[in-house]
C-alpha cells in the first residue's frame, strides 16, 4: 500500500489568489514528481526532485513552483492562480531506478 | 524525444469478455514500460510493468500485458472483464537511465456493459 498524501483533494478559489497543493510521502523516497492532468489527455511532468535541495521543471511549462526542503514534502505553489491553472495535479514519488511511481489521489483546483 | 500511442480513447465491453488495450511507443531504445489504472477521482495504480526479460509479463487484477520489440507495442489484456474493471487504463515508458521520468499516453477509457 503506497503512502502518498495529497491536500487539499479539491480547491475553488479566485483568480489572483496563492495557492499550495501539499504532498507528503512516507516510503523514505527520494525522488518525487509533480504531474497535470486535464481530462482526456496524457500526463505532463510540471516538477520534479531527486533529493533534498533538487528540483527540476519538468517537460511541460508551468508557473508553479516547487520546494523540497524535506524528503518527505513536496508542496507546489502558484503565486496568482488563474483560471488556465484549472487542472488535476498529480503527486507521485519513487524509489527505484527503474520509474516504478507511487501516485497520490490528486488536488482538483478550479480557477473562477 | 519518446512518445505513447494510445490509440483507443474508449472501449466498451461486456462483462465476461476479453479485453486488450493497445499501446505502442516510439523510442530508439526499448524502454522501462508501464500500465496504470485510474478509477473515478483516485490516483493512479501500477497494473504492471516490463524492464527485461519475459515478454509476458503478469499483474494485478489478472491483468496481463505482451512486449512486442517488433511492433514497438506493449499491449494489456485480461481473459474476462470485471464490472469493478471500468476505468481510465494509462501506458506508460521511463527512459531507462533517464531517472524515473514517465512519459504517458493519453489513456483509455474503459466501459463495462452488465
Known amino acids: 500500500e503506497a503512502d502518498i498524501y495529497q491536500t487539499p483533494r479539491y480547491l475553488v478559489i479566485g483568480t489572483g489568489k496563492k495557492i499550495t497543493l501539499e504532498c507528503s510521502q512516507t516510503m523514505g523516497h527520494d525522488k518525487m514528481y509533480w504531474y497535470q492532468q486535464d481530462p482526456g489527455m496524457e500526463l505532463h511532468l510540471i516538477h520534479y526532485s531527486y533529493g533534498v535541495n533538487s528540483t527540476e521543471k519538468g517537460d511541460l511549462s508551468s508557473e508553479s513552483t516547487v520546494s523540497r526542503i524535506r524528503t518527505e514534502h513536496f508542496p507546489l505553489t502558484l503565486e496568482s492562480a488563474r483560471p488556465s491553472h484549472t487542472s488535476q495535479y498529480l503527486c507521485a514519488s519513487s524509489g527505484s531506478f527503474t520509474g516504478e511511481l507511487f501516485f497520490g489521489e490528486g488536488s482538483r483546483l478550479t480557477v473562477l | 524525444a519518446q512518445s505513447v500511442t494510445q490509440p483507443d480513447i474508449h472501449i466498451t465491453v461486456s462483462e465476461g469478455a476479453s479485453l486488450e488495450l493497445r499501446c505502442n511507443y516510439s523510442?530508439?531504445?526499448?524502454?522501462?514500460l508501464f500500465w496504470y489504472v485510474q478509477s473515478p477521482g483516485q490516483g493512479l495504480q501500477l497494473l504492471l510493468k516490463?524492464?527485461?526479460?519475459?515478454?509476458l509479463v503478469q499483474g494485478i487484477k489478472g491483468f496481463e500485458a505482451e512486449f512486442k520489440r517488433s511492433q514497438s507495442s506493449f499491449n494489456l489484456r485480461k481473459p474476462s472483464v470485471h464490472w469493478s474493471d471500468a476505468a481510465e487504463y494509462f501506458c506508460?515508458?521511463?527512459?531507462?537511465?533517464?531517472?524515473?521520468?514517465?512519459?504517458f499516453g493519453t489513456g483509455t477509457q474503459l466501459k463495462v456493459e452488465l
Open positions: 516490463y524492464f527485461s526479460g519475459d515478454t
Open positions: 523510442y530508439g531504445a526499448t524502454p522501462y
Open positions: 506508460a515508458v521511463a527512459l531507462t537511465g533517464g531517472g524515473n521520468k514517465l512519459t
